[in-house]
């Protein structure tokens, strides 16, 4: 079965440290890969994603992540943390073969970057 | 562009009252949509989804129902609210001719069964 786990439930940081959210999946065939971020009340914003090709995707806010096929893995960093990263943050994974409609989820990981 | 709009952004309603939260979306055809419950301000429960006018999938058994009457358009609806359907809603859509595809998600309705 599909599966994406986000094992840490939560994140702290520095402001100005890099950061690590760590993500790992689990499906069959090549996966379709993505990280969302949601602020408090908000909607989820999407922030990069891998199809395929470079196994380092730039995303948006100087987000980017790292495809690892081996360790089947997509963490997502950031050289230098801001305060304003502070939120909680979403990997999810899609299988990329037939009529699949539906992402899978990670529970999320609440990052907090402090000043 | 691509819009997608979700209402209302709040919402209090007693328990056993109806519920219909509505969502559209502009600039694309034929979208595949999506209604997710978010709880406790943590992991995403995929409610139902639609890859068609009429066409409903439900994840969930539950007290919720949903409708695409329209292409473009999505509701979610209950006829009588319980406590439980608490909850930060999201409605979101992967376009026909999208090449993200992933999902665009709307702003959330927070609602609050009293």
């Known amino acids: 079965a599909q599966s994406v786990a986000q094992p840490e439930d939560q994140v702290n940081v520095a402001e100005g440290n890099p950061l690590t959210v760590k993500c790992t999946y689990s499906v069959s065939g090549n996966p379709y890969l993505f990280w969302y971020v949601q602020y408090p009340n908000r909607g989820l914003q999407f922030l990069l994603k891998y199809i395929t090709g470079d196994n380092l995707v730039k995303g948006s806010y100087g987000f980017e992540a790292e495809f690892n096929k081996s360790q089947t893995s997509f963490h997502l960093k950031k050289p230098s943390a801001l305060v304003s990263d502070s939120a909680l943050y979403f990997c999810a994974v899609r299988h990329n073969a037939g009529n699949n409609r539906k992402l899978i989820w990670g529970l999320g990981t609440s990052l907090a970057v402090n000043p | ?114």
């Open chain 2, 1 to 114: 562009s691509q819009t997608i709009h979700q209402w209302p952004a709040t919402l209090v309603q007693p328990v056993g009252s109806p519920l219909s939260l509505e969502c559209t979306v502009e600039g694309t055809s034929n979208p595949n949509l999506y209604w997710y419950r978010q709880a406790a301000g943590r992991g995403l429960q995929l409610l139902f989804y639609s890859v068609g006018i009429g066409q409903i999938s439900s994840e969930v058994p539950q007290n919720l129902s949903a409708s695409r009457p329209q292409d473009r358009q999505f509701i979610l609806s209950s006829k009588k609210l319980l406590l439980s359907d608490s909850g930060f809603y999201l409605c979101a859509w992967r376009g026909g001719t999208d090449n993200n595809y992933g999902y665009t998600f709307g702003s959330g309705t927070r609602l609050t069964v009293v």
